[in-house]
């Protein structure tokens, strides 16, 4: 067995030379050492880890691939390792959001234990494939994903780092406007023409702390959606409120809920699409799950998956 940890060297606080040492400090205290060695990569530009991890991938030996950074360093490895029978992924957090771990709970704290990644247990978890490119998160298109994207024309300004930039970001977006014209279809739904936005879920936490739901979960083989449409300026902040804490049902003039495998929007132009926090474009999008198309590593015996956890339930249209 082989093990590469993707070190980011511009996430989060940490020095790159302090997150190698964790490494190899957590590599010492592993009993017997990691068999089959490991190998150090630190990432020189975006997506340059995807080749790394095929490349590394080659052969028949097993692979295990640690993302060391936040959850845009996380999505690089997901691109490398979804779909390769040989190959596992995890999160050591290094970055400011981690938002893919938080809905594991209490048992989040696990991930920032590099000996327990390095002893944890690989499940099969389901992923989104938009247009080409994985997500083992969350994907939005729409007023959120604008001000995701905008946010970083802001966040480089004095006194605007950190919620500053988002509350920059949100104020700029709401004088452009809060709709989008595009349709969303699954299932012999449609919404549209005219939404404010769609999230895709496979995790539950995205934006630093938004929570659209909290029943999604990443090995039940359906994506939680929730797109948001007839919201006016007047009824935004309330709106936004409810979306951001999970309380959906409790605006369904607002917002519709749906379980499935499939969704396609098709948009007037070019929009931004949010892919687990990075951007990519399109005006016509299909959102497909892949049922455990990632070997994903986790601490053992995490709470999350245990016999009393939720089951995987048939999908539930709510319009």
Do not use: W
């Amino acid at each position: 067995m082989k093990h590469l940890f993707v070190v980011n060297p511009v996430a989060g606080k940490q020095k790159p030379e302090e997150k190698i040492k964790l490494i190899h400090d957590s590599a010492d205290r592993v009993p017997g050492g990691l068999a089959g060695g490991f190998e150090i990569y630190v990432t020189r530009a975006p997506m340059d880890a995807v080749e790394k991890i095929r490349s590394c991938a080659q052969g028949e030996d097993d692979l295990r691939v640690y993302a060391c950074g936040g959850d845009g360093t996380l999505n690089e490895c997901v691109n490398g390792a979804a779909g390769l029978s040989n190959v596992a992924v995890t999160h050591f957090p290094c970055g400011t959001g981690n938002d893919f771990i938080k809905m594991f709970g209490p048992d989040k704290d696990r991930f920032f234990d590099l000996t327990e990644l390095m002893n944890g247990e690989v499940r099969p978890i389901d992923v989104i494939d938009c247009n080409g490119r994985y997500s083992v998160n969350i994907c939005s298109m729409g007023l959120d994903a604008r001000i995701g994207t905008d946010v970083h024309k802001y966040s480089g300004m004095p006194l605007m780092g950190g919620a500053a930039g988002y509350v920059v970001s949100l104020a700029a977006n709401y004088f452009k406007g809060i709709t989008t014209a595009m349709t969303a279809r699954t299932e012999g739904l449609t919404c549209g023409p005219e939404l404010n936005l769609v999230c895709v879920c496979n995790g539950r936490f995205y934006g630093g702390g938004f929570n659209p739901t909290n029943d999604a979960r990443p090995d039940d083989g359906y994506m939680d959606v929730l797109i948001v449409s007839g919201v006016s300026r007047l009824s935004l902040l309330g709106a936004l409120m409810s979306y951001a804490k999970g309380k959906y049902r409790s605006c369904p003039q607002y917002i519709t809920f749906v379980r499935t495998r499939l969704l396609e929007i098709e948009a007037a132009a070019e929009e931004v699409i949010n892919v687990d926090g990075e951007a990519e474009y399109g005006s016509r999008v299909r959102f497909e799950l892949v049922p455990g198309g990632l070997n994903f590593i986790f601490p053992r015996d995490m709470a999350f998956f245990r016999a009393d956890a939720r089951e995987a339930g048939a999908p539930q249209n709510e319009c």
